[in-house]
């Protein structure tokens, strides 16, 4: 009889605490993580050495102070597995191995992360998690990793939920908090399941270090991405996010104006902000735009509405993102060969068309004054402005 209750205890006590860890696993990422990512940069160059020193160079920057929390290793860390199955990382580049290298980034008062895939290799060819989903798991919680990003590749027939659920049970089982990052490029539309399963999703191929086009395996530039966010604000929110792939700002393809253009319409979309450049060697040009404390804190906003494009008439585009205060942040974006004015309304941001706001720039850091009905600014080409209005 003593051992059936307390067999119910536990059941009991299990279920209370698999509900209340579901709970903890949303408050991970409260508001879109930040950090910085090896993919865009060095691709299978990543070494521990590089890893270091990018973290050293988040903290110098400043980076790590504004909010860029994890250090993230991207693909081709890992080249085996041993006898008994568990992941080995490679010897050449990683010498020192994962953990000392997780140590380094925590001693640096930064977050920890590792990647991986749900096929049987990695994009890149590594090793892949498939059929060691428990045992890698166990790997990356010893590490004192605290979040994983999880690719698509090599994945033949395998069902995308199950999948990501698998890995999601196998983090949870550790029992160590590990952001979970879904990286199926929006092939399964994961907005539409992936709120209980992790805490951010891609919605789209990988984004290119490039102004426009697309290729034939998926990857496209700035304008091509941005389209494909539309229709999907409704998904993101606190302890799930739209994830439309990391900053390309100062890994040196584009201007320094449609950088600056990636991380205004990322602030209005909620987007995780996962920087990927040489943070050690950027120019102040770029710091200014990864540093601009004023369009973080857009991105970063409590509220956790996702912003959306409210007018788009030719290549002149207005997007807006209601805030916690009440206030709305407006980006107005000309993605033409020249200079052009663009305005908007009060009435397409939600007020009332008589009301008198105020306008601040938050690239130019100032106020505008005050005005009634509208705001219009002229915009260069493959830019914006970005304005907070404020009743
Ligand atoms: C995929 C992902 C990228 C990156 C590479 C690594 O393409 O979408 O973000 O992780 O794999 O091989």
């Given at each position: 009889m003593n051992a059936v209750r307390a067999a119910l205890l536990g059941m009991i006590a299990m279920g209370c605490c698999v509900s209340a860890w579901g709970q903890q696993e949303k408050m991970l990422a409260k508001t879109p993580p930040m950090g910085w990512n090896?993919?865009?940069?060095y691709a299978c160059n990543v070494t521990e050495e590089v890893i270091r020193q990018e973290a050293d160079a988040l903290v110098a920057s400043g980076m790590r102070d504004a909010g860029y929390e994890y250090v993230l290793i991207d693909d081709c860390w890992q080249a085996s597995r041993d006898k008994d199955g568990f992941i080995v990382a490679d010897p050449k580049t990683f010498p020192s191995g994962i953990k000392a290298l997780a140590d380094y980034v925590h001693s640096k008062g930064m977050k920890f992360g590792v990647y991986s895939d749900?096929?049987?290799?990695?994009?890149?060819?590594r090793p892949g998690s498939l059929g060691h989903e428990y045992q890698d798991a166990q790997k990356y919680a010893e590490w004192g990793a605290d979040y994983l990003k999880y690719d698509w590749c090599n994945?033949?027939?395998?069902?995308a939920k199950a999948s990501y659920t698998l890995m999601r049970d196998a983090l949870r089982a550790t029992g160590r908090p590990i952001v979970f990052s879904l990286c199926d490029w929006g092939t399964a539309k994961p907005w539409l399941w992936a709120g209980e399963v992790g805490q951010l999703w891609r919605t789209n191929g990988d984004l290119l270090d490039k102004w426009e086009g697309t290729v034939e395996w998926g990857g496209m530039g700035l304008v091509n991405n941005l389209d494909?966010?539309?229709?999907?604000?409704?998904?993101?929110g606190p302890g799930h996010w739209n994830d439309p792939d990391m900053l390309q700002v100062g890994?040196?393809?584009?201007t320094t104006t449609e950088y600056r253009s990636q991380f205004s319409l990322w602030a209005i979309l909620a987007a995780p902000l996962i920087a990927g450049n040489d943070v050690a060697k950027m120019s102040p040009e770029i710091a200014a735009i990864l540093l601009n404390r004023e369009v973080i804190a857009v991105d970063q906003d409590a509220l956790g509405r996702q912003g959306r494009r409210i007018r788009k008439v030719g290549e002149l585009e207005v997007w807006s993102r209601e805030l916690g205060d009440g206030s709305r942040a407006v980006v107005l974006f000309n993605r033409s060969a020249g200079a052009q004015k663009i305005a908007v309304k009060w009435t397409e941001i939600g007020?009332?068309?008589k009301l008198v706001a105020a306008v601040r720039d938050l690239w130019e850091k100032k106020e505008l004054g005050k005005f009634s009905g509208e705001f219009e600014a002229e915009v260069g080409s493959h830019g914006v402005v970005m304005v907070t209005v404020r009743p």
């Open positions: 090896s993919w865009n940069k749900a096929g049987s290799k990695t994009c890149a060819g994945t033949t027939t395998q069902d494909k966010q539309v229709g999907l604000e409704s998904y993101g890994v040196g393809g584009m007020y009332p068309a």
